[in-house]
């Protein structure tokens, strides 16, 4: 069996400052800061064969975090990425996107027909994802590694494998930062999902209670409703 981790990056600036941030190299926050500790303290204990980051800030330092004192270099990959918001990158979340007309609809009742004007399509970001984490498995058959990502890619990623539609990913719930999941693939790389969003890890204080309401449509959601 070969295990991959899929660990969402630490709380960031964007994240508090409730901005789109997609591929926007925003740092981590002072409690994104603490956050890194407890997840160290998780994977203390496990035996980790490589790591692969996105290359942005936020998810490399966490990526360091997972790998504490174990003898790893993190490894970057750009198909772990974030989608890449075109019109909306980087921008406030409400007056963004109340502004562009049908756009709030679409990204919170139909995800999977996001698509930007000059951004990337949530349709395309769905296949990249998926490709991604199928090359990383292929390439370490019997291992045990680690991912570190952002929250549209766990999103994309656990909506095919337990939802197995992309119609379905508004269904699919958003992780803490921090969040870890982990999938197995057997030697034929057919996934099993054996736990998901888990922040077991962290103490109650350290998950801010923003993340949990849908910050544009006023709407009390399952899941957080920004991009990180």
């Given amino acids: 069996m070969t295990e991959i981790y ?6 960031a600036i964007g994240n508090v400052k409730r901005l789109f941030q997609g591929t926007s190299n925003f740092d981590i926050s002072e409690t994104g800061a603490k956050q890194l500790l407890y997840l160290t303290k998780r994977f203390n204990s496990i035996k980790l064969d490589k790591v692969y980051t996105s290359p942005l800030i936020r998810a490399k330092k966490t990526a360091l975090a997972v790998i504490g004192n174990k003898p790893i270099n993190p490894i970057d990959e750009k198909g772990l ?3 890449y918001g075109g019109i909306v990158e980087g921008k406030p979340f409400v007056e963004t996107f109340n502004s562009i007309p049908g756009l709030a609809d679409t990204w919170d009742n139909h995800p999977e027909d996001f698509a930007p004007e000059g951004g990337e399509k949530m349709r395309d970001a769905y296949e990249r994802i998926w490709n991604t984490v199928k090359k990383i498995a292929a390439e370490n058959a019997g291992k045990t590694v680690a991912c570190t990502t952002h929250g549209g890619v766990t999103r994309c990623l656990l909506c095919r494998l337990l939802k ?3 119609k379905k990913l508004s269904e699919m719930p958003w992780s803490e930062n921090t969040a870890v999941s982990l999938i197995r693939f057997d030697n034929d790389l057919n996934p099993e999902v054996v736990f998901y969003n888990d922040v077991s890890h962290l103490p109650e204080e350290l998950i801010p209670k923003r993340s949990r309401l849908s910050s544009f449509m006023g709407k009390s959601k399952d899941g957080e409703q920004d991009i990180k």
């Fill in 6 to 11: 899929m660990v969402r990056h630490c709380e």
């Fill in 81 to 83: 990425i974030e989608l």
């Fill in 164 to 166: 197995g539609d992309i």
